[in-house]
């Protein structure tokens, strides 16, 4: 750099200033345009993206973000820098030929993007190459900003901004969208064993992945009108929010698209002819969201308040589940199950609990409960109650009984019987049901089955 500069200060002040700039502009263009090319990024019109498939177009795109930040901090930074010292005592043949020499390449450079923008493919889920362009761009700014400062280069400071105002305006059509396909779902079949909805699945992923997006998209939806608080459940708002301290743009952005969900979901619970098996598959389905907010960027988002919350809700319909799949068990007993009672009276409770229990366990078998953390908690439960007013029954009247015939076929179950069956609950085991009938006998002799 330093023989270059003593050759240019020799020509300029020799008179041959002009030739010197002409053959600088035409040798240094050549590779900074050799540069780009060689980077993969060459210009497209609008016409020509429309054309393109999804798998080409993101070729095209995972290209420009890795040549991008070549260009950035290589190309057009070694370019400037060149020609800051080989032109040190002119400002203006400075000015001339960097921007000669580069805007052509940094205007198809960062003219991609809002080409791509602009273009018609603006389905849900193209939305993270979108987030990736602005984030290649706005990452870089304080560089590119650098690099162009010139008055004449305004015109790729301008075409970057322009690039990230409709990248930013993609993101947020995107954005609805998704909450429009939610809404639009319309798959109707009862997920098996109130299990967990692959729209479930699907948003969580989606949302999850977008969290890692929050640095960018917090300028990206600042200033985006939020959802109006009309439009939510007053429940879903606690009495502290007020207009004085609203939440950030963002976090009722998420919040807002976990609520659609939400709501989907409860309206998909309804295809559960049997009630409790809807509310089993509400908290299955909310716990599914609840553990994908905690592993995830989701959780800085929305706070350790929404988490606790709706975990709250969990439990409620856990509880809901227990009270409408297992209560006529607990009903079966007698409210005090070490009265006195006559021994026929003895016989009408083993009856009605053995009928109990069994239509219970036949409906109850298929049910999934895939959050281990839930399944525990719900089989403790049912088993807690179940298990301890059969268990001072079994153990105050069994004895009344002594001396009756077929005592297997009235006593069908031992309290371990009971206890055994509860704890394969919730794997989807439709054939448990028949080891349970064909082990009628074994309250008496308390045969263990293989776990």
């Known amino acids: 750099m330093e023989d270059l500069r003593s050759i240019a200060e020799c020509m300029i002040s020799s008179g041959y200033g002009k030739e010197c700039v002409t053959i600088y502009k035409i040798i240094r263009k050549s590779i900074v345009d050799e540069g780009i090319y060689k980077l993969g990024v060459e210009k497209v019109s609008s016409s020509q993206i429309q054309k393109m498939d999804w798998d080409a177009l993101e070729l095209k795109i995972n290209n420009w973000l890795k040549s991008v930040k070549i260009a950035v901090k290589t190309l057009f930074n070694g370019e400037r820098i060149l020609c800051d010292q080989v032109f040190a005592a002119s400002e203006s043949i400075k000015e001339s030929c960097f921007t000669e020499i580069s805007r052509e390449g940094a205007q198809i450079l960062f003219g991609f993007p809002e080409i791509v923008a602009r273009s018609g493919k603006k389905s849900p889920e193209k939305i993270f190459r979108t987030l ?20 004449s280069t305004s015109v790729v400071l301008s075409q970057s901004v322009n690039s990230l105002i409709k990248l930013g305006e993609s993101v947020r059509t995107m954005m609805v969208e998704f909450e429009s396909a939610i809404q639009k779902d319309a798959s109707k079949s009862a997920i098996a064993g109130g299990g967990v909805h692959h729209l479930t699945i699907h948003v969580m992923d989606y949302v999850s992945l977008l969290a890692d997006y ?22 879903y708002f606690d009495s502290s929010d007020s207009d004085e ?42 716990q599914h969201v609840i ?99 059969y268990r001072q029954f079994y153990n105050t009247h069994r004895v009344v009984l002594r001396g009756e015939r077929n ?24 054939g448990s049901w028949s080891s349970l009938s064909s082990s009628s006998g074994s309250s008496h002799s308390k045969a263990s089955r293989s776990r």
């Not at 990736?132 to 010139?150: G, L, Q, R, V």
């Not at 053995?354 to 953390?373: G, I, L, S, Y």
């Not at 069908?412 to 509860?422: I, K, M, Q, S, T």
Request: aromatic content about 12%.
């Open 291 to 389: 553990n994908k907010v905690r592993t995830s960027n989701i959780q800085y988002l929305l706070g350790d308040d929404w988490v606790t919350k709706h975990e709250s809700k969990v439990k409620q319909f856990a509880a809901n589940y227990e009270r409408l799949g297992w209560g006529h068990v607990i009903d079966s007993m007698p409210e005090d199950p070490t009265a006195e009672m006559s021994p026929e009276a003895v016989k009408e409770f083993f009856r009605r609990f053995n009928t109990a229990f069994e239509q219970a366990h036949h409906k109850q078998a298929a049910c999934v409960v895939p959050d281990r953390k839930l399944r525990d908690e719900i089989k403790s439960t049912i088993a807690r109650k179940v298990m301890a007013a």
């Open 245 to 286: 301290s609203p939440a950030p743009a963002i976090s009722l952005r998420f919040a807002w698209l976990i609520l659609v969900l939400l709501c989907k979901l409860d309206g998909k619970s309804k295809h559960y002819k049997d009630v409790s098996l809807a509310y089993l598959f509400l908290a299955n389905n909310l």
């Open 214 to 235: 929050s640095n960018v998209l917090v300028d990206i939806l600042d200033g985006y009108p939020p959802p109006a608080k009309s439009s939510m459940p007053e429940s």
């Open 132 to 151: 990736d362009m602005y984030t290649a761009i706005s990452s870089h700014w304080p560089e590119i900003e650098s690099i162009f400062s010139f008055e």
């Open 407 to 430: 005592l297997n076929l009235l006593v069908r179950f031992a309290p371990e019987d009971v206890g055994n069956y509860l704890s394969d609950l919730f794997f989807g085991n439709v």
